[in-house]
T-cell receptor
Framework: NAGVTQTPKFQVLKTGQSMTLQCAQD?????MYWYRQDPGMGLRLIYY???????DKGEVPNGYNVSRLNKREFSLRLESAAPSQTSVYFC?????????????FGQGTRLTVV | SQELEQSPQSLIVQEGKNLTINCTSS?????LYWYKQKYGEGLIFLMM?????EEKSHEKITAKLDEKKQQSSLHITASQPSHAGIYLC??????????FGKGTRLHILP
């Protein structure tokens, strides 16, 4: 039972490089999320997708793009990485209209931009 | 927009002691979640509260949602080293998003 799978787990980028973080869930959830976690800041929502084919900005969307490729997959792209994007990134999924169930999280991607 | 404030930000407790972590919302809570995160790892779901006055327990961890549904407390009885980590409260803001507090770092001293 895989749940939410994120790849890669670790990544080091040079300033200006691009990369895509991959996320896949096997629970047939409608909603998927990308968060970043920084020391003292908790989890902040970058983008979310309430259903296949839709995406919306969260609290901190600047510098990121997302793609809801299908119901299972939700990717996060950094077009031109900056040191301020050094963080731990978490993908999560849940049923539509959370309030009745929990969100499931991936193990995180630790990204360092030098 | 709804905000969640957790207190304290950090807590150091002697093993065996009780402790309480609070989560206060700027708006009515429709679903309140407690998660635990071990350092460097993902989040583990602890429990969810929905009704005012609701209280749930999991092993030595008890969480309660107050009657007005704007505050939740998480209480750990007889703390153990395995309780160390970051505790995060999350809320359903009725807009297809889950928002989180900044977390409480708990250290247990042997």
């Amino acid at each position: 039972n895989a749940g939410v799978t994120q790849t890669p787990k670790f990544q080091v980028l040079k300033t200006g490089q691009s990369m895509t973080l991959q996320c896949a869930q096997d629970m047939n959830h409608n909603s998927m999320y990308w968060y970043r976690q920084d020391p003292g800041m908790g989890l902040r929502l970058i983008y979310y997708s309430a259903s296949e084919g839709t995406t919306d900005k969260g609290e901190v969307p600047n510098g990121y793009n997302v793609s809801r490729l299908n119901k299972r997959e939700f990717s996060l792209r950094l077009e031109s990485a900056a040191p301020s994007q050094t963080s731990v990134y978490f993908c999560a999924s849940s049923e539509y209209r959370v309030g009745n169930t929990e969100a499931f999280f991936g193990q995180g991607t630790r990204l360092t931009v030098v | 927009s709804q905000e969640l404030e957790q207190s304290p930000q950090s807590l150091i407790v002697q093993e065996g002691k009780n402790l309480t972590i609070n989560c206060t919302s700027s708006k009515t809570l429709y679903g309140l979640y407690w998660y635990k995160q071990k350092y460097g790892e993902g989040l583990i779901f602890l429990m969810m509260l929905q009704k005012g006055g609701e209280e749930k327990s999991h092993e030595k961890i008890t969480a309660k949602l107050d009657e007005k549904k704007q505050q939740s407390s998480l209480h750990i009885t007889a703390s153990q080293p395995s309780h160390a980590g970051i505790y995060l409260c999350g809320a359903d803001n009725r807009d297809d998003k889950i928002i989180f507090g900044k977390g409480t770092r708990l250290h247990i001293l042997p």
